[in-house]
């Protein structure tokens, strides 16, 4: 069955430290993942996806098949980063996504 | 804008009541989602719709709970003779397509079942 797991369910960093949420997944298939991001009382935002190899707001995500993981890293937290993300999985014709992390960026 | 709209914002019920919930996706997606969001749980897919009818309704977790989408554009969710489990935020989405485009939240209805 398809599944995606964030262990973290809170992730709390100071200013400047690095950061990195984990994401595990479980597909039979050839996996697409993203990150969704849900700032304060904001909508859920596309952070980025594995697809377009991409770094947004300094964040980068690499796919590894053989651990089936898509780990979501930022070399130097800044306090705007504070906000729930989620990780998902294109299964194929919608989204499946873990339970999310809070990231809390401490001043 | 040109966003996903979602109403009401906000709605409480008493137990036992109907509720409809609605969503308005960006014009000219074809893919329109509902999931629910809820502490703890995180994002549960209910339903998937492509144009006017829903490939995919596995999510919808029993009978009171059903959806429909007219003229590829409005979709409505009901949950019928709420329960105090049914409040969560109820999210709806949509994308271009459903294979290779990224989903457009709305903001959400938040639902509270007194």
């Not at chain 1, 993942?33 to 980068?60: A, D, M, N, P």
């Not at chain 2, 804008?1 to 109907?18: M, R």
Request: proline share 5%; aromatic share 10%; charged share 20%.
């Amino acid at each position: 069955a398809q599944r995606v797991t964030q262990p973290e369910k809170l992730l709390s960093v100071f200013k400047g430290a690095p950061v990195e949420l984990k994401c595990n997944y479980s597909y039979s298939g050839s996996p697409e993942l993203f990150w969704y991001v849900q700032y304060s009382r904001q909508r859920l935002q596309l952070l980025l996806r594995h697809i377009s190899r991409e770094s947004i707001k300094g964040f980068t995500a690499d796919l590894n098949k053989g651990e089936t993981s898509f780990h979501l890293k930022k070399p130097f937290a800044q306090e705007e980063d504070s906000a729930m993300y989620y990780c998902a999985l294109r299964v194929p014709e919608k989204l499946v996504f873990g339970k999310g992390t809070k990231l809390t960026v401490n001043p | 804008g040109a966003g996903v709209s979602q109403s009401p914002s906000n709605k409480v019920t008493e137990k036992g009541k109907d509720v409809e919930l609605r969503c308005d996706p960006i014009s000219g997606h074809t893919a329109l989602y509902w999931y629910r969001q809820s502490l703890g749980q995180g994002l549960e897919f209910l339903i998937y719709f492509q144009g006017n009818s829903a490939p995919d309704k596995s999510g919808l977790p029993s009978d009171r709970f059903s959806a429909e989408r007219t003229g590829g554009s409005v979709s409505t969710l009901t949950i019928q003779r709420t329960q105090q489990e049914d409040s969560a935020v109820y999210l709806c989405a949509s994308s271009l397509g459903p294979y290779n485009s990224p989903l457009h939240f709305g903001n959400g209805t938040r639902l509270t079942v007194t």
